[in-house]
């Protein structure tokens, strides 16, 4: 049982990681598309997101993992 909690710390810890950076990701995502709707441009880009959920195709992640967490992502940053 030790083992387990050990592990589940560690997990503890990459969550709060993980969060964080999302956050900055968010942040970041959230400048650009108020430079895009103060520079008339479009706010969606289907081929950059297409970019980046391609960019992590290798991950050793259940299939459609990266694809979900992206397509959430995008949604969510409007």
């Known amino acids: 049982m030790k083992k387990i909690y050990e592990l589940r710390e560690k997990i503890d810890e990459l ?3 993980i969060i964080k950076l999302v956050e900055e990701r968010y942040v970041l995502c959230e400048e650009i598309w ?6 008339g441009l479009p706010l969606k880009d289907a081929e950059r997101e297409e970019e980046i959920k391609e960019g992590f195709a290798g991950a ?4 459609g993992f990266v694809e979900d967490f992206f397509e ?7």
Not at 34 to 39: A, I, V
Not at 60 to 63: A, G, N, R, T
Not at 73 to 78: I, L, P, Q, S
Request: glycine share 0%; no cysteine.
């Open 34 to 39: 108020k430079l895009k709707r103060d520079n």
């Open 60 to 63: 050793e992640l259940p299939k």
């Open 72 to 78: 959430l992502f995008f949604r969510e940053v409007k």
């Open 15 to 17: 969550d709060e990681k």
